[in-house]
């Protein structure tokens, strides 16, 4: 629904705008005399909204306000909840046919309007009440309420307070710290290096890092150390409201000794700070960077001049390191957790003054505690520094372990750990702080899969959408983002860098999970120290496991509610589906024990978006199943389904179909015109005209077609046509995302896709070929404007598919797997790989040579080649890898064979003196294969 957007801080108003502004517009006669209280509850609200809007930018309001605004979002739910199944009736009743059900269905409708109006007029009363409570207590005073509150605030409404917590980072004694020797040594070795030209360019290192990891602390330590091998130095943090004119005047303090500076303007500091620094060897420190525009505004001041200066940065956030390190040479140093032996270090030190004095009662429970602060040293200090303060029994322990989150303990170390994650949290946008506190509903250390998170985020209303992007496409930026921000952990992640699941570090876990009670957002039962009392109605209900494996349904649970419902636990402890009608979303992903008939009641979901039953013992999908008109995401992946009912492609909505490639599909898919995404399905499980249902699917984005030559006994020709065809006619539509996976061998049947005459102009990512190759690589591949990921795998390589391959414009990853290579060996010119950044290259028996220019962006190289074929008449080898100047990352593995054991290790040492040269010092692996003559 377009426009539409349900919020942790607004509730359900902007998508209620939607619908109710939608109904304004429709022509139905069962509207005949509501519209006027449709308009008043439309204006009211909008009214309504606009206030928590403001409310949501603040992070703190008082007690009544806080009522008013509860209030208001789940009265909001409530009138959504009235308006779907207003909504839905209207729909049942249209496009009947035959005279006596027209007249029944007449009768019924104006019973439903009858019954709609009266409902509509207690919640036009429960509007005006509440605009009356706000004019009566001027609740909405918001200027004097942030006047008043403890927590004052800048000219931009943001948080600020006259001491930063974190100041304590800068005066820590070295002799205090722990785990920190090893990285400091290592940003000190790169900073200091004297080896090439290249040291006496300025160089940047940012340091990225989640909140509470020890960046400052890190930065700090180096500081000190190397600030007197430099004509000048500053350490200045930036934060997130501090004047960038503040910051320019304190650097120009703290190199030059000149006072007075906060007086001039930003262009006056900069040019003051140029001249000053133009011939002098440098070290500044710019710790904690919240915005891309302040570091471009410092980085104007900061002269390049050939005095071998450096610059240190530091940020939570992935995309501002690398925008302060895009200069040759630069790099960004990621911050890593403690690892559990320093923890207990740090740990047992801050309570016991020693690493050994912990009593062996206490050992288990000190476990427990660090594996939920999870090698992040701010919280290992925030709650051993509350332990200390409280007797050193088991009991206190445990109790403590239980009630690590920011809302029950009255600690000034907890406080200075919530306002250091608060930070991170309240400079997010109202949509990303609804996507993350949305996290609380998965248990802790639990892999959360993109796909999966994302099709959720879709079916509650949380992603906005936007012209010329797919919601999912959105959603994938906002799970980009918040790893950007370093508040997902990345987990599953390729080569490449693609990240395919996240883990939320239980420390912004913990944090997550008090702001969602305070919201009222997720209920969680089973777990004993995750459980929630909620404030409200019950909107999003999570079953997680405890110690005891048993789960006491709440007393207070109004099953109608319910807009979503997971379950980590055995099917026997979930309550029956009957009685949930206000479902968007039903996971029960994994869920044990689940069979056929706990999804009898299936069809009664009228409103779900989102259906996942994958990994579980459903064998059979109920054909009331077609009763879900709404329904846009269904995985059925991993279950004992084979074959999907017909009464699926009445599914008009259904945008995702996620099913095992053996599962066999309905007849007439080809009418499922939303359709956006299909997993999987093999062609020889059907007539050949199958395909040419699924090119009717103009929609299709995303789609896995599984090409298996086992068992077959057919001829595929026919078939290779069709699919060709379907492909042309979905390559001129919407289709992003292709694979082809190729099982089995024909020998009279040489597998090309040269009958796809049309390359697809949205294609981004194609992936050819699993287990067989193709016979040579199309000559449509030049075509595709806008590829981004390919992966083939082709019988034979050569010169010319190199430069087909190099012409691609956008390629940013490039896996070519190839079975034969020519004889000579084969170049990387440096025309073509102009946006490469990931090159994954096997082929036995062939040389590949980089030449100067080449694949200038690349980052990460993983290679197997053939040394024999790169050898020079004079018996060295040269690969060029020494010209891949943005390198990273090298893995090599060469193939030896032709060469003895001299030449192999000459062909070895010509790979480490070339990497050796790389300004990065990327990592380099090298395995052989070595046969000598």
């Known amino acids: 629904m377009e426009g539409a957007m349900v919020s942790a801080l607004t509730g359900a108003l902007n998508s209620l705008l939607f619908k109710l502004n939608d109904l304004l517009g429709s022509e139905h006669k069962s509207l005949k005399g509501l519209r006027g209280e449709i308009r008043f509850l439309e204006s009211e609200l909008r009214s309504m909204n606009s206030m928590l809007e403001r409310l949501a930018d603040m992070e703190e309001i008082d007690a009544q306000t806080k009522e008013w605004r509860d209030r208001v979002r789940e009265m909001a739910y409530d009138i959504e909840d009235c308006i779907d199944l207003f909504v839905h009736h209207l729909g049942s009743l249209t496009g009947k046919a035959g005279v ?298 445990d109790k403590v372990k239980s009630r690590i989150n920011y809302t029950q303990e009255n600690s000034p170390d907890i406080e200075t750990m919530a306002w250091v994650l608060s930070l991170s949290y309240f400079d997010l946008p109202h949509h990303l702080k609804t996507c993350l506190m949305y996290l609380s509903i998965f248990p802790e250390d639990y892999v959360i899969k993109k796909e999966r998170l994302i099709g959720r985020w879709i079916a509650e209303g949380f992603i906005h959408a936007k012209q010329g992007e797919s919601l999912y496409e959105i959603g994938e930026n906002y799970f980009n983002e918040l790893i950007n921000r370093s508040l997902l952990q990345p987990v599953d992640i390729e080569d490449d860098g693609q990240v395919h699941a996240c883990r939320v570090h239980g420390t912004i876990l913990d944090f997550v999970v008090s702001r969602s009670n305070e919201e009222n957002f997720v209920t969680m039962v089973g777990a004993s120290d995750l459980t929630s009392t909620p404030t409200g109605k019950i909107r999003r209900l999570s079953f997680h496991k405890n110690s005891e494996g048993s789960v006491t349904m709440p007393t207070y649970l109004l099953r109608s509610h319910v807009r979503s419902l997971t379950t980590f636990l055995h099917a026997g402890q979930v309550p029956p589906l009957l009685g949930f009608y206000g479902l968007r979303v039903l996971d029960l992903e994994n869920c044990s024990g689940l069979k056929n008939h706990d999804l009898k009641s299936i069809g009664r979901l009228i409103q779900l978006r989102y259906l996942n039953i994958k990994g579980t013992d ?42 095992d490639c053996h599962v066999k599909l309905p007849d007439g898919i080809g009418n499922m015109q939303a359709l956006e995404e299909l997993t999987g399905f093999s062609v020889f499980m059907y007539p050949s005209t199958f395909l040419q249902e699924i090119g009717k699917i103009s929609s299709l984005r995303v789609l896995r077609v599984v090409w298996n030559y086992v068992d077959f006994q057919g001829n595929a020709e026919t078939y290779r046509e069709n699919l060709a065809i379907s492909l042309t006619k979905l390559g001129t539509c919407y289709l992003e995302s292709l694979s082809l996976d190729i099982h089995g061998h024909d020998e009279e049947d040489d597998f090309s896709l040269h009958l796809w005459t049309l390359a697809p102009c949205r294609l981004r990512k194609l992936y050819i070929g699993r287990w067989h190759p193709i016979s040579r690589i199309p000559n449509w591949a030049e075509s595709l ?140 692996q090298i395995d052989r294969r070595y046969a000598p003559l």
């Open 618 to 659: 459903i064998s059979d999908l109920p054909c009331q199943i077609r009763e879900l008109q709404y329904l846009e995401t269904l995985d059925i992946r991993s279950t004992h389904v084979k074959e999907l009912p017909s009464a699926i492609v009445q599914l008009q909505r259904l945008a995702h179909l996620l099913v």
């Open 100 to 397: 006596i059900k027209k007249m029944a269905w007449r009768i019924k409708g104006l019973q439903l309007s009858h019954r709609i109006s009266g409902r509509i007029q207690e919640l036009k009363a429960r509007v005006m009440d509440e605009s009356d409570r706000y004019r009566r207590y001027d609740t909405m005073n918001i200027s004097s309420m942030s006047s008043e509150a403890h927590l004052h605030r800048d000219a931009s409404g943001s948080r600020t307070r006259s001491v930063d917590p974190r100041l304590s980072a800068l005066y820590t004694e070295a002799e205090r710290l722990v785990g920190i020797d090893g990285p400091k040594d290592k940003i000190i070795k790169w900073l200091m290096d004297t080896q090439g030209g290249i040291s006496q360019r300025l160089r940047t290192m940012a340091i990225v890092g989640c909140g509470g990891l020890g960046k400052t602390t890190l930065a700090n330590q180096v500081y000190l150390e190397v600030k007197n091998q430099f004509d000048c130095s500053a350490f200045v943090t930036v934060s997130q409201n501090l004047d960038v004119k503040h910051v320019l005047a304190k650097i120009l303090s703290d190199v030059s000794g000149a006072i007075g500076g906060a007086l001039a303007d930003e262009h006056h500091l900069i040019n003051k700070l140029r001249e000053y620094l133009q011939d002098k060897r440098y070290f500044l420190v710019i710790d904690d960077i919240w915005d891309a525009q302040t570091w471009r505004i410092i980085e104007c001041a900061l002269v390049k001049n050939s005095q071998g200066s450096r610059i240190v940065t530091t940020t939570r956030i992935n995309e501002i390191a690398k925008s302060c390190c895009c200069s040759y040479g630069d790099q960004v140093y990621e911050m890593k957790a403690l690892c559990a032996t320093d923890s207990k270090r740090l740990f047992f030190r801050r309570i016991f003054n020693s690493d050994e004095r912990c009593p062996p009662q206490l050992r288990e429970a000190a476990n427990n505690i660090l594996r939920k602060c999870g090698g992040l040293p701010l919280a290992i200090i925030s709650i051993s520094s509350l332990l200390a303060t409280k007797p050193k029994s088991l009991d206190q322990w």
């Open 785 to 924: 404007a806008n590829l981004q990921y390919l992966h083939i795998y082709v019988k034979r390589i050569n010169q010319e598919d190199l430069r087909m391959l190099g012409s691609i414009p956008s390629l940013l990853t490039l896996y070519l797997f190839s079975d034969e290579a020519p004889k000579e060996k084969l170049t990387i010119s440096s025309q073509g790989f102009q946006s490469l950044t990931f090159f994954k290259i096997h082929c036995y028996h062939m040389g590949l040579v980089f030449e100067a220019g080449s694949m200038a962006k690349l980052e990460y190289l993983h290679i197997l080649i053939s040394a024999f074929q790169v050898k020079s008449w004079d018996g060295s080898f040269d690969f060029g890898i020494q010209h891949l100047y943005c390198l990273t990352k090298v893995y090599a593995y060469i193939n030896c064979y032709g060469l003895t054991a001299e030449e192999a290790e000459a062909a070895v040492n010509a790979i480490m003196i070339s990497v050796d040269t790389i300004p990065n010092c990327p990592k380099l």
